[in-house]
């Protein structure tokens, strides 16, 4: 049964009135009455207002009481606020169960289900309804890893280390620039909604195929809004030059067998950023990379070093929160992109979508979502340009203190190609809810919502393997091209020792006999003939199987 909709046109009267009313009788100007007339209230509930006025009140209206006050209200909405904050958000269901667990530990009066244990459906719309503050989202994952990353002393570590370069080489908005990359299908990576017949159960989509081919797209930009012309990395052994028609201007192409960006192809790509941005040794750019194993190659830090361009790695696992090119490009690109790819296929019936026609359709794409406010306000919202150190709210560090461990340390992989330490949960909000809070007979109406649904705590697991450390900031100076060449040299004599060497063939003597050490000697007497084709067994091909007659023994 839903909530009651109200039919009358009762309490129409106005609150200004009824305070005026209130005035003139107690100034005793006029009775109830005539006030009630003067004023246009009724004369019932001008009395009653009156009391209230006074400090009598009943408490609740009508002949319900709500099952939460105000106050205990307010506890649970915060509580809400607080779980989400910390990446622990509450479900519609988890909210109505905790609902009801507050409900018996503080032992109140309520009408929720005891077998369900939990709320209604419609105490839960009037408790959104009353509390505008809420709404119901369609949350981000966001691992593990990027959670306990993103942490106070590691981001200010990181402005810190930013403010020294830009100081250093007094940087200017057009010295700066940010380059990424991001995977791209052949069907898109979400679908969005459509108009359909009512009640249909299922509703389909056209798609190219059911996974779809993939490919990798390097994109770069400034402050200004200038933009690198894209660079795109297909899954293929021979470059062909039909993969770029219709390519935004100036875009190049790279092959690499899965399609993947390594320490070669972004060698290749610093020489396109070379040939449109133009560093020089007297005018050197600033390039924000995410730390990527390809951006670490030694002779990728060594060719950047000697045209200009430093080069300064974000800290592990919070490029979604400090990269521009996360924050405002590729969410954009992302959703026109898909838009395309549906488009395409409305205007090429009976056509599927491959790699030749991936550049014509990212440039619609492109052009749409490579605009001069998109880079503004992605340099703007992650505090390099303007340089901004307090962009970020205290609120965004809360998913880190779900962690005991100490926060200043850095993350022990790097992005993209080693794994982050796993957070183990020791409890997490939805196994907290889905257990039945045990109520003593006694309930504690003094007990707290913290101690009816307790904040999640995670511990670090012990990771046997160690990794090497991630690296934040100038990636090409001195100290860190040492330890470039360094790992280098250690990865060059892993392989060399790891080489296998060539299998040798070894081919068994054949034994027989009365006991197996004898073994066969091949004479003029003794030498068999095949059955078949009556080849003797001396001149028959190295490494031929014979078969031995078990009663001749040959």
Known sequence: ????????????????????????????????????????????????????????????????????????????????????????????????????????????????????????????????????????????????????????????????????????????????????????????????????????????????????QHLTVVCCMNPLGIYIPPAFIFPRKNMKQELLDHAPTGSTGFTQEKGWMTGDIFLKWLKHFVKYAKPTEEEQILLLVDGHGSHKDLNVLNYAKHHGIIMFCFPPHCTHRVQPLDVSFYGPLTSFYNQELISWLRNHPGRVITHYQVAEIFKTAYNKSATIENAEKGFAATGIYPFNSEVFPDWMFTPSEVTNVDLSDNETSSQGTENAEQIRPSTSATSQLSETLEITKSPNKDISIEDISTLPIAELAKNKKKRRKGKQGVLNDTPNLEEAKKVESEKKNKQKNSQKTAVRRVTKNLYFGESDDERLETDDEDDPACIFCNELYTVSKSGEMWIQCQKSRK
């Open 1 to 212: 049964m839903g909530p009651y909709r109200r039919k009358s046109s009762r309490q129409s009267w106005s609150e200004q009135n009824m305070k005026e009313a209130i005035l003139a009788v107690r100034g005793k100007k006029m009775g109830w009455l005539r006030a009630s007339k003067i004023y246009s209230v009724p004369s019932t509930t001008l009395r009653r207002q009156a009391k209230i006025a006074d400090g009598w009140r009943k408490g609740y209206l009508g002949g319900r009481k709500s099952t939460f006050d105000k106050n205990l209200e307010d506890e649970i909405v915060a509580h809400v606020k607080n779980l989400e904050t910390r990446l622990f958000g509450m479900s519609t269901n988890d909210i109505r169960k905790l609902a009801y667990q507050v409900a018996e530990a503080k032992g109140l009066s309520h009408k929720f289900s005891a077998a369900k244990e939990m709320a209604g459906w419609d105490w839960y719309k009037g408790f959104m309804q009353r509390n505008l503050s809420l709404s119901l989202r369609t949350p981000e994952a966001t691992s593990a890893a990027r959670a306990r990353a993103f942490n106070k002393p590691q981001i200010t570590k990181y402005f810190k280390s930013l403010l020294e370069t830009l100081e250093k080489y007094d940087f200017q908005p057009n010295q700066i620039w940010n380059v990424d990359e991001s995977g791209l299908s052949t069907v898109p990576s979400k679908n969005a909604k459509i108009i359909a017949t009512k009640g249909r159960k299922q509703v389909g989509i056209l798609s190219s195929a059911e996974r779809g």
